[in-house]
């Protein structure tokens, strides 16, 4: 997978994220007009809010990717993997310190809250300004540890114990969540153990697609045993895919959906990039870090009072791009002179 692959699949997960947020939950739902229904009555926006909902599993998934094939030049010392997380907290901090501002002067009942408050969420360790926020804690912990990771997943045994223990792991927070959430949503480990190890499997997922070259391993089978029809049959199955997501609340986990798009994706990527996805790719981390400020915290009436999905959706596309360029250009800034 190239790097230009990885920035389109990049902008399609923000994308969907956007359109997750919007229409994730019935009581959105119905402050919209919706005109198009899926069989049985279910609109379409919120049976298409669950495709959407694989977003944060492909970027994981790239994630383990771009981190593995970093690695594997850089090496897989720790240092190094603690250092690269120095422009995300830039970025980060960049995003968080206006859109604060900004809600002190909207919303002084909620922001900035105690001195607490602010130092927690500077941190990253709480995310009570935005609660889309939550994943930065399990990003931070998979960085740091993925040098021990991908150290394991180089050996036979190594690989197979790891990826056996991820698998476990998933099954076991899933569980456990459905049995005891309360626990789990008041108190903060238990809470950050619980996310890290519903995205190991697929932060390990795409680490070892890079190790193994699975998805240009698959382009290339897919060309060889069906030639021109690889991508059309590809297409299909996409599709298929995404209507059995839309149909069923839950038939396969959300992970082995995001895999098995990343792998479609590439088969069927066009051979001239998007100019539109790979700007989207570019601008994630402040399209990500934004755009719900514009969707639930402060500009929320203004974005659904457009009525429409089909008007919502871009509106929100557009705000969040507005404010993503300018965030981007001053975090980049700001790192370059940094690492200088």
Known sequence: MTRTDSLQLKGIAILMMLFLHLFNTPERVASCITLLHFPGGLPLVYAMSR?????VYVYIFL?????AASAEKRGFGFSRAALRLVPLYIHYWVVLLPFVALGCLLKP????????????????????YNHEWWFLRPYVVLSLVSPLLFRALYARRGCAVTSGMAVLLYLLSDVSYRLYAPWFDHCALLSLANEVAQLLLVFLCGALSHIHHIPSRFRAFMHARLGLRSRRL???ALLLLCVLRMSMGWVLPNPVFACLFVLLWCVIAPRR??????????QSTSLWLCHTFFAYYLF??????FRYPFLIYPMLVLLSWCAS???TRISSAISSRLTI
């Not at 994630?63 to 981190?67: D, R």
Request: net charge neutral.
């Open 51 to 55: 495709v959407a909902a694989w977003c």
């Open 63 to 67: 994630s383990g990717y771009g981190l």
């Open 109 to 128: 009942q909620v922001y900035p809250g105690g001195v607490w408050d602010f130092c927690l969420n500077m941190v990253g360790w709480s995310c009570s």
């Open 234 to 236: 590809a297409g299909l």
């Open 273 to 282: 990039p998007s100019a539109f996805l790979l700007a989207m790719g570019r």
């Open 300 to 305: 929320s009436p203004f974005v659904y009072s």
């Open 325 to 327: 360029v300018p965030l």
